[in-house]
C-alpha cells in the first residue's frame, strides 16, 4: 500500500500549536472533532507532495543520517519530540526541516545510492528492497528534499508528513 508524502510551511509562529490541533477534541455525547489540517489550511502553505510512495522519503532521510551524517529527523531536539508526537496523534510519520537544515541541500542532492549498502540498509532497518530500492526514485525523493532545503524561507520550517 502506497502512503503520501505532503509538504506544509509553516511559520515559526505557528509551531506552538500544533500539538492542540493535533489532539482529537472530546464533545459530550458526539464523536471527537478533528481539527488539524484545519489547522494546517489556515497557517500553513501546501508546498505539494512526492509523486512516489512517500516511505522512499523517509528512507532517503534514514539513509542519509545513516551513511552521510546529515541528520533532517531530529537536529532540532524540540521539533523531533514534537514530529513523535504528532506522529502518536496522527498516526503518520511527521519530521521538520529548520532554516539550519538548509546547509545540507546541495550535500543531499548528490547523495548517491550504492545498490550493496542500499540492500544492506533496508535489511537492516526493515524496509522491502524489492520495493523500495529503486535508486531512480531514492533519487528523486532526495532531490524533493534538497529542493525544500534550498527554498526555506526565513523563520519558517516544513512539516513533512508521510502516512
Known amino acids: ?19 492542540p490541533a493535533a489532539m482529537p477534541r472530546r464533545r459530550l455525547f458526539r464523536k471527537p472533532v478533528y481539527v488539524f489540517q484545519e489547522y494546517l489550511n489556515q497557517h500553513g502553505r501546501n508546498l505539494g507532495s ?7 522519503i523517509v528512507i532517503v532521510l534514514l539513509y542519509l543520517r545513516q551513511y ?8 532540532n531536539k524540540g521539533l523531533a519530540i514534537m514530529a513523535q508526537t504528532l506522529s502518536k496523534y496522527q498516526g503518520s ?11 545540507h541541500s ?3 542532492r548528490t ?40 527554498h526555506m524561507k526565513d523563520d519558517h520550517v516544513v512539516l513533512v508528513s508521510v502516512g
Open 68 to 75: 552521510y551524517g546529515i541528520n533532517l529527523l531530529d537536529g
Open 106 to 108: 546541495e550535500a543531499v
Open 50 to 56: 512526492f509523486d512516489a510512495d512517500g516511505l522512499y
Open 111 to 150: 547523495v548517491k545510492f550504492e545498490a550493496g549498502k542500499l540492500r544492506q540498509f533496508c535489511e537492516e532497518q526493515g524496509f522491502e528492497y524489492d520495493r523500495y530500492g529503486n535508486i531512480s526514485t531514492l533519487q528523486l525523493a532526495a532531490s524533493k528534499i534538497a529542493d525544500l532545503l534550498a
Open 1 to 19: 500500500m502506497s502512503q503520501l508524502a505532503d509538504f506544509v510551511e509553516l511559520p515559526v509562529t505557528a509551531v506552538r500549536l500544533l500539538i
Open 93 to 103: 510519520f511527521f519530521a521538520f526541516f529548520t532554516n539550519e537544515d538548509r546547509v
